[in-house]
T-cell receptor, first 115, second 113 residues
Framework: GAVVSQHPSWVICKSGTSVKIECRSLDFQATTMFWYRQFPKQSLMLMAT?????????EQGVEKDKFLINHASLTLSTLTVTSAHPEDSSFYIC???????????FGDGTRLSIL | GNSVTQMEGPVTLSEEAFLTINCTYTATGYPSLFWYVQYPGEGLQLLLK?????DKGSNKGFEATYRKETTSFHLEKGSVQVSDSAVYFC????????????FGTGTRLTVIP
């Protein structure tokens, strides 16, 4: 089946640093990738949608300058949390799909802890 | 708009018990419906789906039927196992829009031996 790899799986860093999370589709070309944030014991909140070669579309309330998304190729999207602070600590999950009418395939998530 | 309302948990069952997790939805068009499962520390895995009314999705002993008349997609399993312990998310995708996923709040299931 379709495989999406997310890296790193867990990162701890100091307040003020920037953190990059990678999302790769290993066996298919992902025209669209999605980034979600999940708070403890809550559902997934869609942060942004990115199409290869285009600027990401951010959901209302998500700061685009804070959460930089790059989708430079059909197999890789990155999310950079800039100048991270403790309130950015969360579980971030990416997903990818081949085309509009195909299902999303999810990565295993990245647990981000900002000290 | 699009939304999913899911039975609140947590749910604790003994092994081999019958499971039902309720899910109802509101959608502007004709959505596809999904159940995803999230094991501890992992991302989401698609468990089953149904794309039109009266379709039944099934996988690993779980099943759910797309009921347009009651706007429901309840998840059932006849005999749960300890390995089924996870968080289950009901979701819909809006076929008329960007086809993004809208998730329910998730239901945590714990199965005890």
């Amino acid at each position: 089946g379709a495989v999406v790899s997310q890296h790193p799986s867990w990162v701890i860093c100091k307040s003020g640093t920037s953190v990059k999370i990678e999302c790769r589709s290993l066996d298919f070309q992902a025209t669209t990738m999605f980034w979600y944030r999940q708070f403890p014991k809550q559902s997934l909140m869609l942060m942004a949608t990115s199409n290869e070669g285009s600027k990401a579309t951010y959901e209302q309330g998500v700061e685009k300058d804070k959460f930089l998304i790059n989708h430079a190729s059909l197999t890789l999207s990155t999310l950079t949390v800039t100048s991270a602070h403790p309130e950015d600590s969360s579980f971030y999950i990416c997903s990818a799909r081949f085309s509009y009418n195909q299902p999303q395939h999810f990565g295993d998530g990245t647990r981000l802890s900002i000290l | 708009g699009n939304s999913v309302t899911q039975m609140e948990g947590p749910v604790t069952l003994s092994e081999e018990a019958f499971l039902t997790i309720n899910c109802t939805y509101t959608a502007t068009g004709y959505p596809s419906l999904f159940w995803y499962v999230q094991y501890p520390g992992e991302g989401l895995q698609l468990l089953l789906k149904a794309t039109k009314a009266d379709d039944k999705g099934s996988n690993k002993g779980f099943e759910a039927t797309y009921r347009k008349e009651t706007t429901s997609f309840h998840l059932e399993k006849g005999s749960v196992q300890v390995s089924d312990s996870a968080v289950y998310f009901c979701a819909l995708s809006d076929q008329t829009g960007a086809n993004n996923l809208f998730f329910g709040t998730g239901t945590r299931l714990t199965v005890i031996p």
